[in-house]
């Protein structure tokens, strides 16, 4: 088990916000922190710390005024710490290669996979072609319906007819190096994480897996660790003093 950094990009600027909020009209979101520090700022601090494998997602649609401001910030980040940091937001079989070209280790792909509701098979596969299973993260980012988890797309707006079980997960696990999942229900909440949905992540264990959403303390990281049984990796975004929580980043980054 060990702890991803990340960078959220919203509207140009770093913020932490309640995922289930997030809307693309009028650029909304429930912010619960916003800096003006810079995405190549905390780069830079991930590089300093030596913590590698975290990830800078792009909150904005590739529609949205405020995209290409976005995306500097972005690109800005994978400048300050080549190699270091994954990305995700908007990426494509067409823009993939440009994103790995400009310092980013990985990219995080859903909703190009996902599209339209639904899962397709040809998309993937042509990312892989493009740039190789092991440069491609799967973000698994689901939402719960009923008594089942669905996968969420579209800056976890809609919902897919993918349920997200251990099935799937050994399915796509063949076609990719890792795989990123927020629990979007209790993301940005700082209301605990989610146990069942940990739970059924644990289970898989073919590829690394990284779970996001809801741990706010040491002790829900204790707690975290003994329900994962030290298999998952995870992140903490609001909950982080970085971002104007309480857990300490001086010791998670020691994790």
Known sequence: MKFRPCIDIHNGKVKQIVGGSLKDEGNEAV???????????YAQLYKKDGLKGGHIILLNSRESLYFEATRQQ????????PGGMQIGGGITQENAADYIEAGASHVIVTSYVFSGGKFHQENLEK?????????LVLDLSCRRK??????????????TDVIL????????AGSCDEFLVHGVDVEGKAAGFDRELVHILKEHTSCPVTYAGGIASM???????????GRLDFTIGS????FGGK????????L
């Open 239 to 242: 909950a982080l003093d970085l």
């Open 146 to 159: 009923g008594k089942d988890y669905y996968i969420v797309t579209d800056r976890w707006q809609k919902f």
């Open 127 to 135: 990312l892989v072609k493009k740039i190789g299973k092991r440069r």
């Open 219 to 229: 002790e829900e990281l204790k707690e975290f660790e003994k329900e994962c049984e």
């Open 31 to 41: 912010t619960n922190f916003s800096t003006e520090q810079s995405a190549a700022w």
């Open 247 to 254: 857990v300490p980043y001086h010791i998670i980054a020691k």
């Open 74 to 81: 972005a690109l800005s980040a994978l400048r300050a710490y």
């Open 165 to 172: 079980s251990e099935q799937v997960l050994y399915r796509l």
